[in-house]
C-alpha cells in the first residue's frame, strides 16, 4: 500500500439498478480520451481478475446465499483486490480511473439498506484498500419506476442477488446515496440520469469541470 497522492484521477460512478450507469462509464471514458487523457474503464465488484472471482460469489445463487457482515466483507476484500491490482498502480502512472461502482455502494446497500452503518463499512475500507476515496463520486439518479422498467428491460426478468430485492430495499438504498451526497458534497454530486445518454453524458462532464 502506497500512502503517496497517485498523480492520476479516480472517478466513480453510483446509483441504484436500471440507472443507466454502465452505459455512461463507457461514454464518460470515451469522452475523457477525447481530450487527450489516458483512461482506464472499471467495475465492482471485480475489475481485476482476485476481484471478478470474488464477482461470482457475491452475484450468483440465492438471495440468502451470504448475511450483510459476510457480503460486507467480501465486497471489502474485492476492494482490495481492485484498488492494489488496478487503480492504484493506474492512478500512479497519471492515468484517469473511471470505475462503475466502488466504496459508496457498500456504504448505501450493507451500510444503509442493510443497517450496519458507514463506520463499520469505512473501517473495513480503512483496512483492505487504505481508505483510498474517490477525487469525485458522481451518482446517478432516476426516479425508482423508471428506473425499474429500464432494469427488467436489461434483464428480460432475470434478476442478480441484489436486483431481485424488493422496492423498500431499493428505495433505501436511493435514501443512503442521498444522506451520502449531503455528508460530502465537494467528492459526491447528484446527476439526473433522466432523458437521452448524450445529454447525461454532458452532465457527467460538467460535475468534473474543476478536475
Ligand atoms: P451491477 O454490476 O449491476 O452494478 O451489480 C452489482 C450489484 O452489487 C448491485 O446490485 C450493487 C451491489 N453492490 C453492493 O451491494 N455493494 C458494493 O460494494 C458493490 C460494489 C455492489
Known sequence: MSDARPRGRFISLEGGEGVGKSTQVKRLAAALRDRGLDVIETREPGGSPGAEAIRALLMQGDVQRWTPETEALLFAAARADH??????????????????????????????????????????????????????????????????????ARDGGRPDRFAARGRDYHAAVAAAFARLADMEPER???????????????RLLAALDDL
Open 188 to 202: 459526491l454530486r447528484l446527476v439526473d440520469a433522466s432523458g437521452a445518454a448524450g445529454t447525461v453524458t454532458q
Open 83 to 152: 484498488v492494489a491490482r488496478t487503480i492504484r498502480p493506474a492512478l500512479d502512472r497519471g492515468a484517469w480511473v473511471v470505475s462503475d461502482r466502488f466504496l459508496d455502494s457498500s456504504l448505501a446497500y450493507q451500510g444503509g439498506a442493510d443497517g450496519l452503518g458507514g463506520e463499520t463499512i469505512r473501517t473495513l475500507h480503512a483496512i483492505g484498500s487504505g481508505g483510498l476515496l474517490p477525487d469525485r463520486t458522481l451518482v446517478l439518479r432516476l426516479p425508482v419506476d423508471e428506473a425499474e422498467a429500464r432494469e427488467h
